[in-house]
């Protein structure tokens, strides 16, 4: 069954935790993307990866990390230097054919 | 300004009606332009996906895109109250683009 997978679906953090969002696709898609999604906003881009071990800032990387040691996998890490973390998070990928395809979604949630 | 506008609605229709929504947007430059359906607390899922001035359709759905008044649109056909979602459009440069500007998201409902 091919797709993206996201995990945990629903995420508490406590004030000054790192709380780490898993994204997984096997896809075999080179292209992974975070978003964050708060209501009455776009999505906006947190980080890209384009290829195994690379990846770039989008518009609000502060506060934020990312890895891509794997093509299937590229996590998110919500530090405690991001004052609102609260937002549903979205991964999306990007097989080189048209668009980006998102995942279901992981809520975060500050305590 | 933004760079990409969509009426945040709330939308409610009859089922039957015909569901119009529309987003304007500032950069003349965008070449592909984007509909993505998002159900309640799920992930956006691409339901057209154009190039360029024209029309597409797809099933009950029919994307306009006129360029030269930077004007998208969305129509649903025979609305269902499985129709009920939040619409989000999006356009981009390039194909394949890792940067896409999204509008805020039109929350339409079908009543049945």
């Known amino acids: 069954d091919g797709g993206i997978t996201q995990s945990p679906k629903y995420l508490f953090r406590k004030e000054g935790q790192n709380v780490t969002l898993s994204c997984e696709q096997n896809?075999?898609?080179?292209?992974m993307y975070w978003y964050r999604q708060d209501p009455g906003q776009g999505l906006r881009l947190i980080y890209y990866?384009?290829?195994?071990?690379?990846?770039q800032k989008g518009d609000i990387a502060e506060g934020y990390s990312v890895s891509r040691e794997k093509k299937e996998s590229f996590p998110l890490t919500v530090t405690s230097a991001q004052k609102n973390p609260t937002a549903f998070y979205l991964c999306?990928?990007?097989?080189?054919?048209?668009?980006?395809?998102f995942g279901p979604g992981t809520r975060l949630t500050v305590l | 300004q933004k760079e990409v506008e969509q009426d945040p609605g709330p939308l409610s229709v009859p089922e039957g009606a015909i569901v119009s929504l529309n987003c304007t947007y500032s950069?003349?430059?965008?070449?592909?332009f984007m509909w993505y359906r998002q159900y309640s607390r799920k992930g956006p899922e691409l339901l057209m996906y154009?190039?360029?001035?024209g029309n597409k359709e797809d099933g009950r759905f029919t994307a306009q895109v006129d360029k030269s008044s930077k004007y998208i649109s969305l129509f649903i056909r025979d609305s269902q109250p499985s129709d009920s979602a939040t619409y989000l459009c999006?356009?981009?440069?390039?194909?394949?683009?890792?940067?896409?500007?999204f509008g805020a998201g039109t929350t339409v409902t079908v009543r049945a």
């Open positions: 999306a990928t990007n097989g080189g054919v048209d668009t980006q395809y």
């Open positions: 950069n003349s430059a965008f070449q592909y």
């Open positions: 154009t190039y360029s001035s």
């Open positions: 999006a356009m981009s440069l390039r194909s394949n683009d890792y940067k896409l500007s």
């Open positions: 990866s384009q290829i195994v071990n690379d990846f």
């Open positions: 896809l075999n898609h080179d292209a």
